[in-house]
């Protein structure tokens, strides 16, 4: 198949193309869902097929197929150049690509337990265990369980030379339950709402969760919000959990931070950014104590890997620097725009899907304090945990998120609790009013494989390593 690779793209650059890549992508995925303790469904499935870009005269073409064999790699570059020759007709700014050293390199994610070698009985009686658990606490009326995994093989050329192939695996999986009583409707979720964590590792990594171990505590609280009050409409100091702090990384900071919003090449489907050019290097983002970084390099992570599909080297990149606002996630075409080089983080969903910019582990840095010590430290607030629902801007800045569950802070000690918390906020007032963040010890990384982008719309697997942090000067119980 090289030999047919280099020989298509000979034949490429004697018509005129400036650079051309293809990916050949081979999926595997096992899917195991459990119901109120019966299997509800088992899926077992792969996919395979390959996607070409050519870039000629200024213009970009992609074309893929799913058959794999030498006419069709033939035919199929014909059909990205037939279509890069077209836009080029059209090209106001013509693109172009940072220069990047082209590299050969194999690599597969390190993993003690191949989850695909785990037996479905091990698997289903693992969710049919937190079942009986949860089922265990009177008034839950409905409990679910989750297993997922990936085994994913990525063959990249380009004309430059590059030869890389990655085999990546991620696992993952969680449990939730429910209960429904005169009208009102509780869920609880462990280790995260939505279908749980994920990260790059075998086996091994849901045995780390501590899926059993904590569904009976779930329930419990479960079953304590349908009888729990309605958290006050109030401003209030607010510390948050590590999986929602997570998700509020990602939709305030994560998506703001992608190049190509920025510029304006992906806006139609979820907006842009605030971030605009002009506010890189000198633009307060949050408070001193505020450091994020995007870092593809973290063993475990879900946005974690060695080569982006560029065949760019995975970064650790520095994004908000004691509260100042640094750099941007990049690819090859859009750091060219800016006078920069790609900072690895252009991906596609799969063979048929052309690399976008993406996030990888965008990561809020620790601190110094314990979560005991955090909440010792606070005389009057809330604990808010566990993401239900969220909301935000097109540009990032106004957001509203809901969880399942808040603890009233009074006096440095956690007590009542409360159902249905909600709090808002203005993105660079809400990171300028953090004023603590848990130390290491409490880090996570949340997996998210669902982050939606890009149209045709590519769902992608990233992650947020965070701890706990406190927020002043926030409005909770916003209804």
Known sequence: MKSVIESVFTGLKRNGVSYADIRIVKTEEEEVVAQDGKLDSYTLSSDEGFGI?????????????????????KRVADFALSIARASATTVDKPASLDQQDPIKDKFTTAIE?????????????????????MKSVQGITLTKGFLVFWKTNKKFYSSDGAEIEQTIYESGGGIECYSSVNGDFQKRSFPNSFRGNYGTMGYE?????????????????????????QIPSETATLIIGGSQLGLQVHESCGHAIELDRVLGLEASYA??????????GNFKYGSKIVNITADATVIGGLGSFKYDDEGVPAQRIEIVKEGKFLNYLSSRDTAAMIGERSNGTARASNWNRIPIVRMTNVNLEPGEPSFD????????????????????????????????????IKDGKLGKV??????????????????AICNKNHQVIWGTPNCG???????MHVAHRTSPARFRNVRVGVK
């Open 53 to 73: 870009r050519v870039f000629y005269k200024g213009a970009m073409g992609f074309a893929s197929s799913n058959i794999i064999n030498e006419n069709e790699i």
């Open 113 to 133: 337990i191949d989850p695909f070698s785990v037996s479905i009985d091990e698997k289903v009686g693992l969710l049919f265990d937190c079942h009986d658990k």
């Open 205 to 229: 990594y849901i045995k780390s969760l501590g899926l059993k171990e904590n569904s009976e505590r779930i329930a419990r609280e479960c079953m304590m919000l349908m009888s729990a009050p």
């Open 271 to 280: 907006g842009t950014s605030f971030l605009t050019l002009d506010k890189k």
């Open 373 to 408: 010590e955090l909440v010792a430290d606070t005389k009057s607030g809330y604990f808010i945990e566990t993401n239900r629902s969220w909301s935000i801007d097109d540009k990032r800045v106004n957001f509203q998120f809901g969880c399942e569950i808040a603890w009233e």
């Open 418 to 435: 409360f159902k249905n918390p909600t709090y808002c906020g203005i993105t660079p007032e809400f990171w300028g009013n953090c004023d």
């Open 453 to 459: 982008k890009g149209e045709p719309m590519q769902s």
